[in-house]
């Protein structure tokens, strides 16, 4: 292989910049779509296992269509096709005056990508708990709104755990998918610098350790978190 | 708004067909060659000697955490230098295709043989079969069983993946869609079309996969 490697080139700036610049854009979009995806998951598992005939049907359309789109195609939608569909007066603001065009459809493509899979991770945790708990949440005196919220989604949430964080693991990686629209990421960046200084491979072994790092410290947090308030504990209280 | 433009995908018809061959070609080259190499990293996991098993283990968990658009770029600019040559994009992804997809593969296979009792594994053996017999004639029938509407569902998503080619300029379905969208000038018919016709297939592949599942189960 006829190739002279130069690692010091990355400390030198301005690629040493570029590269914490493209961390803290992949941060920054991970963590916007991630939000995003637990407030619209939650939202529509739990629609999707009531009762009801009508929540369910649209939590079920959302799921459906959003897994089964390619998420490139789902950014590409919402970056170039909505603006165009949307009403005059929307289109315009979002083509004139929204901040941050690219970042903001970067999260919102993702997130409601990650938010159906999130959904379907919550459906399953609230139907693992037993939708059983229900009846006797009523008995109680409890709302069915209530009873969602004090009862199915905690224990539901406690029981998925480690779905969950496969699921913001895929969201983190999945935020590389914005380059496609023009935002210098961690994948761009490397990218970027390839471009400029013909070193790829030490940007790009860069960017894999980086995005190593990064899933390491973001398995450590949900451990953590799963410790202090996951089912595990629960289970190992039990077992004592 | 009024000015839809539909005839565009009639005009541009055989160049999206090819597009779609394509992502068929990758979809196949990654899963038969992902299935081949992510059942040789499972065996490699399981055995018993840390200098085997480490590495496999090492190699999965890195495709596992890095976005497949890297590992595209990586082979993208690896593979020539490797060979010494210019190869084209298409032979870089495929390796990339196969090399990233394995890791998944092989964390399926790996769980669905794990899924065989052990007990079934000590009777083999103790009826004098070899360990490879054991894994031929005992393990894998079963295992195979219990793990093809994961290996499905897993091809949905490799199918999916596919449009990522897009960042190495690789025509696939959705990267003719957008060279005709950008050449037309015609963004909203092409990425809805590329949008409709993925869900369109991977819809009932999964609405197919579960029914098998359901089918089977009952």
Known sequence: MNYTWDWGILLKEPYWGWLWSGLGWTLLISLGSWTLALVVGIAAGVARSMPARFLPAIASVYIQVFRNVPPLVQLFLWYFVFPEIAPESVGLWIKRELPQPEFVTAIVGIGLFAGARVAEQVRAGVAAVGLHLMPAALATGLRPLQAYRLIMLPLGLRAIFGPLTSELLITVKMSSISLTIGMLELTAQSRHIENYTFHGLESFAVATVVYLLVGLAVTALMRALDRRFGATRYRREAAT | ?218
Request: charge should be positive; charged fraction near 15%.
């Open chain 2, 1 to 218: 708004m009024s000015d839809f433009d539909w005839g565009v995908i009639a005009r541009s018809w055989p160049f999206l067909a090819e597009g779609m061959a394509l992502s068929a070609l990758l979809v196949a080259v990654a899963t038969a060659g992902g299935l081949v190499l992510g059942f040789g990293l499972a065996l490699m996991r399981r055995s018993r000697h840390a200098l085997v098993a480490a590495p496999a283990t090492a190699y999965v968990t890195v495709m596992r955490t890095v976005p497949l658009i890297l590992v595209l770029f990586w082979f993208y600019f690896l593979v020539p230098l490797v060979i010494g040559r210019p190869v084209g994009s298409l032979a870089s992804a495929l390796i990339a295709f196969v090399l990233f997809e394995a890791a998944f593969y092989c964390e399926i296979i790996r769980s669905a043989i794990g899924s065989v009792r052990a007990g079934q594994t000590e009777a083999a053996l103790a009826t004098g079969m070899k360990r490879w017999q054991v894994m031929r004639y005992v393990v894998l029938p079963q295992g195979l069983k219990a793990m093809t509407p994961l290996l499905l569902n897993q091809v949905i998503i490799v199918f999916q993946d596919t449009s990522l080619v897009y960042v190495v300029a690789l025509r696939d379905f959705m990267t003719t869609a957008s060279v005709v969208a950008s050449r037309d000038g015609r963004p909203t018919e092409m990425y809805t079309l590329v949008a409709v016709v993925y869900l369109a297939i991977c819809f009932s592949l999964a609405k197919a996969v579960e029914h098998y599942t359901r089918a089977r189960a009952a």
